[in-house]
């Protein structure tokens, strides 16, 4: 099963693919998607969109994933980010792929085993758990860390938010 995690911003995205082979995991790319140029919010989400959509195409994945909202203090920075998250869904959804979403505890604890480690502590592990010879980039190790967790969710069969 080929598994892409998303990790949603309005500004940065992250996109990590994994394969998913009984329990054995291989990364087969991450990238970030930077929007932080574009000079309006829905050219923004116009390239998020667009991006995701280019990422779908090269890797073809089985499901897609996509870290959920967590508690925002500030409800424009919400907003916008359930905008991105959105715009990331949609071309999933226009891709036929299942969506499936999974709260940044939840993420955490699949990949490190606590819930509220902090973003080295995933990063690293992510580095472990996929055989890296590198650090991933913070958003792009979130994104692999999402495929992570729906791979490990997925021997438990949880349902899809969204059926295409």
């Known amino acids: 099963m080929v598994i892409m995690g998303v990790d949603p911003g309005s500004r940065i995205t992250g996109i990590g693919v994994v394969e998913s082979i009984g329990s054995s995991l291989r990364c087969l790319g991450a990238a970030v998607i930077r929007v932080a140029g574009e000079p309006s919010f829905v050219n923004r989400l116009d390239r998020l969109y667009q991006g995701v959509a280019g990422a779908i195409d090269k890797y073809a994945p089985d499901v897609f994933a996509i870290e959920d909202l967590f508690f925002a ?11 991105a998250r959105a715009s990331a869904m949609l071309a999933a ?37 996929l055989n ?14 999402v495929a992570i967790c729906h791979a490990n969710s997925a021997r438990l069969s949880f349902s899809p938010v969204c059926v295409a």
């Open 73 to 83: 203090r500030n409800a424009k920075s919400a907003l916008k980010l359930g905008h």
């Open 93 to 129: 959804v226009h891709a036929g792929l299942d969506v499936y979403e999974y709260t940044p505890l939840a993420i955490k604890k699949a990949v490190v085993g606590y819930g509220k480690a902090e973003k080295v502590q995933v990063q690293q592990m992510v580095k472990v758990l």
């Open 132 to 145: 890296l010879n590198s650090i991933p980039p913070a958003d792009a190790a979130d994104a692999l860390a």
